[in-house]
């Protein structure tokens, strides 16, 4: 403290002290105090001086701690002037100061009045920019609202630029046209989206509007690029400069479903027009404060009141209603007005002829603000043919009824269910149950167990629709529990959606005829026992013919050849001639033979049908003839082609055909034989042509008959058993064959397989 209060006094009184002299000799005898109490505290450090020597210490601590803070600053205060000069210098600063200040202030103010600026300009960007923002918005919102405008309405804009034949489109015009955007769209592209009938049509419009300068309003057909027609309407306005048109606006709209609307609905109108003509129905309204009656045209028709004796009031009508109905029609018109219900009623009306027609009308009342009716509308239908109807399908019904209950043969009616809803008395005769047991039993509990299930699919196809009606037979038990045969015949009755509303068995008694069918079953099995017997009789005797007959013949031909060979020299012409003929003849008697039993052995062969390649068949049997005797002949098959046949008889049908076609057209020049196939009658027909001598259709009767020929040997050798053999396989398959054939235009014959 007390270098501190000294400092202060020198510094007051200033008696020519300098205040930086003052200044160091404070920080000597600061650090002198320091240390000295430092040099205390270590001497005192005793036990018991050592809390005296500790607060030395820390006063030395602080003492020292002073002076590192003066010597810190100790440069800046010698820099410091005396108090003269400072006074001076704090006078300068004073000065200096205030007019910091006062620039500072008037800063301060410029800066306001910047700052009031600044934000009253930004103030006013902001509102520009608010501005800005909502017209941009209202122009988002507009183009927003044009674009669904085009979009909801369909409708496109466009420009053409004349001169240059360019075009500008929007996206609505592209979606129209369903096309992706193109930069280089020009008159000629857009007028390839138009019609071929509607071209014209649009240049027309567009050089009128050139010449004239007015605008065009069309209706036409485009083909879009999906190759979808639809109807759009074309708006063209003319861009005039100088009394010239430089380009083209307008618009493009689809007009299709509009225009198709608009065509369904006259379609719908004819439809209408047509309905009420041909359901015979009129439309009538009659105002009941006035009492003027308004008919359309077919009411007049229906009513037979021509329009020129129509006076349009309630009389027209009352005149021609029959007298028997008149209070009817009256009430009902009362009730209709009086306590609001619908006018539906069927009333009689009388012609001018005298002839009565049921009519069927239908109205309702129409009333003011204040519930008060004022007319009434409504339709009137000629119901006298449906009426007609009605009572014929009554008394047909009756009929019906009659004939089921008297019906000699049973009859029964059952439910979708198979529950039976009426039997007749011959039905109950038969069974010898009674119409109420049968009712409760049912058919099914009456059928003999192993015949229940015989008729389950042919009812399942019945109920589907794919059969209208189906027999069999079966076997129902009678009241004693003997089986008895029946015939069924079942159809089903069905409504107008189609829908099966019950079934009808008719059902006869053939028990008798079981039996007789039985006893000829045994019959046909002892016949069929003998025939098979009598047919190994027959290979008896075809081997017995074949071998007894081949050994004279074998004899015949030997001995001839023998004649002709060691004793010709003996014998003149005649002579050699008749061993000659001898020697043919056993040839061909032994060809003969091999025929005949050949045919003999087709008729008791047992047949197998299998899927046969007649194609690959057919060519076996040509490539054979054509590399035998037939080298020149041309043989023509048709591939792919099949049949279900035994193979090994079809091969020979086929050899006996190729053979016949090749011999009798080996005469020709360019000889031909062909297999193909047309369809007749729906059926596969097989035909084997050649272009041969062929022969007169009149003898064609002769044709498949054993040895019957229509040319002789010496034209054409053969023993007349090949076309015979043919027919035989041909019906053991269970088809057909026939001829066509002119003189020197070959033949051709058809043939059928099962």
């Not at 009817?328 to 609001?340: E, F, N, P």
């Not at 001839?560 to 000659?580: H, V």
Request: include cysteine.
């Amino acid at each position: 403290m007390i270098p501190l209060i000294l400092g202060y006094y020198l510094y007051k009184k200033q008696d020519g002290i300098p205040f930086k002299f003052i200044f160091l000799l404070f920080i000597a005898f600061i650090l002198f105090c320091g240390l000295t109490h430092l040099i205390d505290a270590i001497i005192f450090w005793f036990p018991v001086y050592r809390l005296s020597a500790f607060v030395r210490f820390l006063t030395a601590m602080v003492s020292m701690g002073t002076v590192l803070a003066l010597v810190k600053v100790t440069p800046e205060v010698l820099k410091y002037k005396s108090p003269e000069a400072l006074e001076k210098l704090v006078s300068e600063l004073t000065a200096l100061n205030r007019r910091l200040k006062d620039e500072i202030l008037q800063r301060e103010r410029a800066e306001n009045e910047l700052k009031r600026l600044n934000e009253d300009l930004e103030r006013k960007v902001d509102e520009r920019t608010e501005d800005l923002k909502a017209s941009n918005s209202i122009l988002k919102r507009t183009n927003e609202l044009f674009q669904s405008a085009q979009e909801a309405g369909k409708i496109g804009v466009w420009q053409m630029n004349v001169k240059e034949s360019s075009i500008f489109c929007s996206e609505e015009v592209y979606r129209i046209l369903e096309l992706t955007s193109i930069t280089d769209f020009n008159f000629e592209k857009a007028l390839g989206f138009v019609h071929k009938d509607h071209r014209n049509k649009v240049r027309e419009a567009i050089a009128r509007a050139e010449r004239t300068c007015e605008s065009y309003d069309l209706e036409v057909k485009l083909i879009t690029a999906k190759e979808n027609n639809i109807w759009v309407r074309i708006v063209g306005l003319p861009v005039v400069k100088d009394g010239k048109m430089v380009s083209l606006r307008g618009l493009l709209m689809d007009i299709d479903l509009a225009k198709t609307s608009q065509e369904k609905m006259e379609a719908s109108k004819r439809v209408l027009s047509l309905a009420l003509e041909a359901g015979e129905i009129g439309a009538w309204n009659w105002n009941i404060k006035t009492g003027s009656l308004q008919w359309d045209a077919y009411m007049h028709n229906l009513m037979d009141h021509p329009k020129e004796n129509f006076k349009g009031i309630i009389q027209d009508f009352t005149e021609r209603i029959h007298p028997d109905d008149m209070d009817l029609v009256s009430d009902a018109v009362g009730d209709t007005i009086r306590k609001d219900v619908k006018y539906d009623i069927v009333y009689r009306i009388l012609s001018r002829d005298g002839q009565t027609r049921i009519l069927h009308s239908k109205g309702e009342v129409t009333k003011d603000e204040n519930g008060e009716p004022v007319s009434m509308i409504g339709i009137c239908m000629n119901i006298t043919a449906q009426k007609l109807y009605e009572q014929n399908l009554k008394e047909s019904e009756q009929r019906f009824k009659a004939t089921i209950d008297y019906s000699p043969i049973g009859v029964a009616l059952l439910g979708t269910d198979g529950a039976l809803i009426k039997v007749n008395k011959a039905l109950t005769h038969m069974l010898g149950y009674s119409e109420a047991e049968l009712l409760k039993l049912g058919l099914h509990k009456i059928t003999y167990t192993e015949d229940r299930n015989l008729d389950l699919e042919q009812r399942k196809n019945l109920q589907q629709g794919n059969i209208h009606t189906y027999q069999l037979d079966k076997r129902y038990l009678n009241v004693d529990g003997l089986p008895i045969w029946v015939q069924q015949n079942v159809s089903a009755v069905r409504d107008e959606a189609g829908d099966i509303k019950y079934f009808i068995a008719q059902i006869m008694d053939i028990t008798e005829r079981k039996m007789a069918e039985k006893r000829i079953q045994e019959v046909v099995r002892q016949r069929t026992a003998q025939l098979e017997a009598t047919n190994h009789e027959l290979e008896a005797f075809s081997y017995s013919v074949s071998h007894d007959l081949r050994s004279p013949l074998r004899s015949i031909h030997g001995f001839s050849q023998a004649l002709m060979e060691d004793y010709a020299d003996q014998l003149d012409d005649i002579g050699k001639d008749y061993l000659k003929r001898v020697s043919s003849a056993s040839v061909r008697m032994g060809r003969l033979i091999d025929d005949l039993l050949a045919l003999s052995r087709i008729s008791r062969q047992e047949i197998s049908f299998e899927p046969v390649d007649v194609s690959a068949l057919a060519s076996h049997v040509a490539e054979h003839l054509n590399n035998d005797q037939y080298t020149h002949t041309e043989f023509t098959v048709t591939p792919g082609l099949k049949a279900s046949a035994d193979k090994g008889l079809l091969n020979v049908a086929l050899e006996n055909l190729f053979e016949n076609a090749a011999k009798y057209s080996r005469k020709v020049p360019n000889p031909k034989v062909e297999l193909g196939v047309e369809t007749i009658n729906d059926r596969q027909v097989f035909y084997i042509k050649d272009n041969g001598v062929g022969f007169d259709m009149k003898y064609s009767d002769k044709l498949f008959g054993a040895f019957q020929r229509l040319h002789g040997d010496n034209e054409f050798e053969g023993t007349g058993i090949g076309l015979a053999t043919v027919k035989r396989i041909i019906h053991r398959h269970g088809g057909e064959i026939w001829a066509e054939s002119a003189v020197d235009r070959g033949s051709t014959f058809y043939f059928t397989l099962n």
